[in-house]
């Protein structure tokens, strides 16, 4: 007996989970189960659909990662469905979803995704994505949207595309092909939080393996927009940038620290986060607020935020000098009884271990190595090239107390800098020196702990 399906009326949430697959079945509704290994031509949006919907259904770990990021309640039962529409003489017919999560308990569906995908060079269209607001407002009812394509942004809750339409009943979120994989190889990294099954692990390196591919295009952010040559441009001759390049420059700005973060995480296991990521407000709010600063300041900045390292990464770009500068800073030891001598000399250890350690990425950035020390009421640091800290013993001897280093790598890279794809080069591998050479090596001091003298 055929149902008496009418897609105006049906509403995807509380409805009957049978009578959706009856629907699919009777041809009202299309839909594909995502497959693992889908008999799609690779590269195809909708064959990576297919692969990153699979992994969610097979890989508990990484289903739970995702899911946790876009608030959504797994129940008993969770499906899992590419290219969903209604049958071509439907009102509706017109749109298709891509992607489709389904939560369904008691046999009903209680809560439901709908994802756009975007593959190799794609970007999230603001139109496609009002038209599947608009159709779930009319039948679905679903209450998360999900765009996936290669653009980065700072966090999930960022959007790379202006909504048209403001909607209060959906949440809207956007992942960036790079952070799904920088998810996916934080489970595969040995750092106590892995993936329990075995069975599991293998499917997630495959799916990693398949996205990484080069077939597939998802390679890493790998040059800036144009409008990043054409600001560095207008501040060295004292022109004011056009407001079109100075949105671009921004952007892809944002798009390399995050690019950056994954990079970084990716290589050493613990997820690393920006400043961006961290700040309140929508990514449009974000750009205007880093576009007033830039032509303020001629300068971009941000923050790599890892846990258990001795600061924060103070990231800069100075667009009229030409140069990258990265800084971390060090609380200096605090004992009455210390000196500024030993002061000095607790750094310079420090340091000379670094040297030791990692003697290739320290001595690539030695001569962009400069020290600033500061002290207890002064207005501004003192500030030593490394080669000259050696100074500082004098100087400093009957000034007051040393309270704090910051260890800054300033890299003049010249004409190099405006050029979108050298830049990305350039500032990724100095993050890595940097951060290998001294990050890693270094620490902030600590009070020891009180001892016991005499005990009997």
Known sequence: MTSQFKPEKF?????????????????HLRAREARLIPVLKAGDEMAL????????????EYREKFFKAIKFKKTSQ??????????PDSDYSSSRLDGLILSVAKGKIKDAVILEFKGKGGTVDPVQIEQYLSLNKS???????VSISPEYVPD???????????????????FSWSHLKNIASLLLFQNGDNIEDEDQVNILNEVLYYLESDINGLKGFSQMKSGWKSVVEAIKTGLPPKKEDLDEAVQSWFEE???????????????????????????????KTETSLLQKTNQLKFQLIIK??????????????????????????????????ARLTWLNNQLKKAEERESQAFETLSNDIYIDVSIKFGRQPLRYKLADFHLAWDDLVNEKEITSFTII???????????????????????????????????????PAPRISNHD
Request: glycine share 4%; aromatic share 10%; hydrophobic share 40%.
């Open 78 to 87: 969770i499906f899992y469905y590419t290219e969903v529409a209604f049958h």
């Open 49 to 60: 659909a297919s692969v990153f919907l699979s992994s969610l259904k097979y890989v508990k």
């Open 308 to 341: 258990d390292v001795v600061s924060d990464i103070d990231v800069t770009a100075d667009f009229r000098n030409e140069t990258i500068e990265m800084s971390i800073s060090l609380n200096a030891p605090s004992e009455d009884n210390k000196r500024n001598r």
């Open 11 to 27: 509403k995807l949430i509380d409805a009957s989970f049978e009578e959706f697959q009856k629907a699919i079945h009777e041809g």
């Open 409 to 447: 790598a300033i890299k003049d890279v010249g004409s190099k800098f405006k050029q979108p794809k050298k830049f990305v080069e350039l500032i990724e591998l100095m993050m890595f020196d940097y951060y290998q050479g001294l990050v890693q090596n270094l620490k902030s001091y600590t009070r």
């Open 156 to 174: 999930v809750d960022h959007l790379p595309y202006n909504p048209i339409g403001k909607s209060k009943s959906v949440e809207l979120y956007h």
């Open 257 to 287: 620290q995050t690019d950056m973060a994954h990079l970084l995480s990716a290589e050493l296991g613990v997820p690393v986060t920006t400043s961006s990521a961290k700040k309140e407000g929508n990514l449009v709010k974000k750009l």
């Open 139 to 145: 039948t679905l009812k679903a209450d998360k949207l």
